[in-house]
């Protein structure tokens, strides 16, 4: 299936899923925690912060008002929620398998958590954000670990839903591949951590995150 083909699959689910997303996955996803961590040490007042993906802008809502929040996602339904709930944030319908606007301005911090399951090309997309970034920005990433040992990880391709979306893929990255596309992106890893992601309730089994604080360098960008 295309790229655009896919995407507009993506975006029409996700639109009639909007209205359930926050009291649906707030039971099946495991992530919540950490993120809460990054986000206290990471954002500063005055801050400017990018979420990629941002669905109904769950993760950064609850920031503080003198934090500029933008957020970007392909579902218009999960925007205007996120609008709804912080109405002095910025959301706009966007693909981050395309660059950054330029006019958005650069961040100091950027997440794309819970959303690069879709990416089909993760060096494209960590770039892109990258280049959003201010240098010593820091991105915090969930990437959706293959390890071929664990059931369903046979195949770095595997409909996200044989039931709702069949032919979607999810996509998932080995380690040496996560590593390569960071590297490629011009980020410096600060950390990793194998993390159970969501609760995929169709296959019975805990989707895998690699979660990873990168830093884009102080020089050379």
Not at 66 to 92: C, N, Q, S, W
Not at 106 to 119: Q, S
Not at 126 to 138: D, E, I, K
Request: aromatic share 10%; glycine share 8%; hydrophobic share 40%.
């Amino acid at each position: 299936m295309k790229r655009s083909t896919r995407i507009e699959r993506l975006a029409e689910y996700y639109e009639d899923f909007a209205p359930d997303y926050v009291s649906t996955w707030k039971d099946i996803q495991h992530y919540d925690k950490p993120v809460r961590a990054f986000l206290r040490e990471v954002v500063a007042e005055g801050a400017r912060v990018l979420d990629a993906g941002c669905g109904p802008g769950h993760l950064t809502r609850a920031l503080p008002p003198t934090v500029d929040v933008v957020g970007f996602d392909i579902a218009e339904g999960m925007l205007d929620i996120a609008r709804k709930k912080r109405p002095h944030g910025a959301y706009h319908l966007h693909d981050y398998h395309l660059p950054i606007p330029r006019s958005w301005g650069r961040f100091d911090v950027a997440l794309a958590l819970g959303t690069l399951e879709f990416c089909d090309d993760l060096a494209l997309v960590l770039t892109n954000l990258a280049g959003a970034l201010r240098p010593g920005g820091r991105m915090l990433v969930s990437v959706v670990e293959r390890r071929p040992h664990v059931r369903l990880h046979e195949r770095a391709a595997r409909s996200l839903s044989s039931v709702d979306l069949k032919g979607v893929s999810m996509y998932l990255y080995t380690f040496a591949e996560q590593t390569d596309a960071i590297q490629r992106a011009g980020l410096l890893p600060r950390s990793y951590r194998l993390h159970p992601g969501w609760r995929h309730t169709e296959y019975d089994v805990d989707v895998l995150y690699a979660l990873w604080d990168l830093e884009v360098p102080r020089s050379g960008r």
